[in-house]
């Protein structure tokens, strides 16, 4: 199972600011998801990040809101711009694993003040 | 009507007793099917996938009805270990790929 890690694994942020969630797994994967998870509540895709072109965004989240990057095949970025209060939440991404499973990363947890 | 479905929970059990989770989904086009775990605080973990033809994994058994839409897990013999919020998850390859995660069975195990 590959195995993926998160930076920072928490921050307190002040509104209006944008801050930046590194992903690296560690070996090459195709595809790479983010997701948040908010208190209480269970996973909700973001989007997909595709080496080589822009991710996918799901219903709801737009590119200018989560730019990702995804600048190889082992490391994606998800930042969250001019933030809110609301987006206070835990950030997670996977990468898939054998037979349609998903390893995720650590998270992570995010209040904005 | 939510893709995923499941029992919010709590399930309040003793030591010992056999606790069986449901969930069901709405996508007859889904084609794989699983069971996460995710500790407080912690990421979502495969606990095992699920099968037509049941599947056993010492304690855990987990069931798939296609017809029914519907997917078990059972767990017998409950450990303080076993704590912790069961996800239902669903895949499908129609239009995309695509998870769904249910909200999670949140367990508790007492001695």
């Known amino acids: 199972s590959a195995v993926i890690s998160q930076k920072p694994s928490r921050d307190i942020c002040q509104r209006g600011t944008s801050l930046t969630i590194q992903c690296q797994v560690d070996?090459?994967?195709?595809?790479m998801f983010w997701y948040r998870q908010q208190p209480g509540q269970s996973l909700t895709l973001i989007a997909t990040?595709?080496?080589?072109?822009?991710?996918?965004?799901e219903s709801g989240f737009v590119i200018d809101k989560f730019p990702i990057s995804r600048p190889n095949l082992t490391f994606s970025t998800l930042t969250v711009s001019n933030m809110s209060p609301e987006d206070s939440s835990i950030y997670l991404c996977s990468s898939t694993g054998r037979a349609d499973t998903q390893y995720f990363g650590p998270g992570t947890r995010l209040t904005v003040l | 009507r939510k893709e995923v479905e499941q029992d919010p929970g709590p399930f309040n059990v003793p030591e010992g007793a056999t606790v069986a989770f449901n969930c069901t989904y709405s996508?007859?086009?889904?084609?794989?099917f699983f069971w996460y775990r995710q500790d407080c605080r912690k990421e979502p973990k495969l606990l095992m996938s699920?099968?037509?033809s049941g599947n056993e994994d010492g304690r855990f058994t987990a069931q798939l009805n296609r017809a029914s839409q519907y997917i078990s897990l059972l767990i017998r013999d409950s450990k303080l270990s076993d704590s912790a919020t069961y996800l239902c998850v669903v895949y499908s390859h129609t239009g995309g790929f695509k998870t769904i995660f249910g909200a999670g069975t949140r367990l508790f195990v007492k001695a």
């Open positions: 996508n007859s086009a889904s084609q794989s």
């Open positions: 990040a595709n080496q080589g072109s822009e991710a996918t965004y």
């Open positions: 699920v099968y037509s």
């Open positions: 070996s090459q994967v195709t595809m």
